[in-house]
C-alpha cells in the first residue's frame, strides 16, 4: 500500500537560512507527489505538485522539492526562510490512476530570529 | 472565487449525540473527501465521493457515514458520537482526473464531551 513518511515531526531553522524537509514515500511506479502549507487555525494549501516529468518543481513563495525515484523521495527546499514560513508542512501521495491521497504525518517548521 | 466551505467550524457535542458535518464547494468539482487531522497522524482519509451517491470508504470509516446528495455538498455523520472521535475534520474536492491535488475547506473543531 502506498505511504508517505516525514522523519522529522519538528524543525527549527533561522530566519533567512535555507531549509530542507524530508518526505519518503512508498509506492510501486512513479506517484504523483505534492507538498501543502497548514498555517494555524487554517486549513492545507497546495504548495507545489509533482506530475512524472521534470524531477524539480517549482511551488509558490520560493518553494521547490526535488523528485527523486532511486530513492523514493521528495524533499522540500528553500534557499531564504522568513518568519512567515512558521507552519506546518505535510507530503501527500496520489497513485497514478487513482483518486485517494494519502498524507505524511506532518512536520513544524519553527523560524528562529 | 474556487473555494471549499465547511459548517459549522467549531462544535462540542456529548458522547452519544448525532453529529453532522456540511461541507459545500462551488467548482463542480465531481470528487470529495473527508479527513480527520489528530496530532502527530497527519490526515486520515474517512470517506472518498467520486460523485452523487458514489461514496467510498476509506482508512478508517468506522463510526462514521456520508451523504452527497448535490454534486456540491458532502455532509459527515456521525451517529451516536464518541469521544475518540474527537478531531478536526477536514472537506477536500478535486476534479476527477487522475492525481489532482484536493483543495481544502477551514476545517471543522469538533469536541465530543
Known amino acids: 500500500a502506498q505511504s508517505v513518511t516525514q522523519p522529522d515531526a519538528r524543525v527549527t531553522v533561522s530566519e533567512g537560512a535555507s531549509l530542507q524537509l524530508r518526505c519518503k514515500y512508498s509506492y510501486f511506479g512513479t506517484p504523483y507527489l505534492f507538498w501543502y502549507v497548514q498555517y494555524p487555525r487554517q486549513g492545507l494549501q497546495l504548495l507545489l505538485k509533482y506530475y512524472p516529468g521534470d524531477p524539480v518543481v517549482q511551488g509558490v513563495n520560493g518553494f521547490e522539492a526535488e523528485f527523486s525515484k532511486s530513492n523514493s523521495s521528495f524533499h522540500l527546499r528553500k534557499a531564504s526562510v522568513h518568519w512567515s514560513d512558521w507552519a506546518v508542512y505535510f507530503c501527500a501521495v496520489s497513485p497514478t490512476g487513482g483518486y485517494k491521497v494519502v498524507f505524511g504525518s506532518g512536520t513544524r517548521l519553527l523560524v528562529s530570529p | 472565487d474556487m473555494k471549499v466551505t465547511q459548517m459549522p467550524r467549531y462544535l462540542i457535542k456529548r458522547m452519544g449525540e448525532n453529529v453532522l458535518l456540511e461541507c459545500g464547494q462551488d467548482?463542480?468539482?465531481?470528487?470529495m473527501y473527508w479527513y480527520r487531522q489528530d496530532p502527530g497522524l497527519g490526515l486520515q482519509l474517512i470517506y472518498i465521493s467520486y460523485d452523487v451517491d458514489s461514496n467510498s470508504e476509506g482508512d478508517i470509516p468506522k463510526g462514521y457515514r456520508v451523504s452527497r446528495k448535490k454534486r456540491e455538498h458532502f455532509s459527515l455523520i456521525l451517529d451516536s458520537a464518541k469521544t475518540n472521535q474527537t478531531s478536526v475534520y477536514f472537506c477536500?474536492?478535486?476534479?476527477?482526473?487522475?492525481?489532482?491535488?484536493?483543495?481544502f475547506g477551514e476545517g471543522t473543531r469538533l469536541s465530543v464531551l
Open positions: 477536500a474536492s478535486s476534479l476527477p482526473d487522475r492525481g489532482q491535488a484536493p483543495l
Open positions: 467548482m463542480s468539482h465531481e470528487t
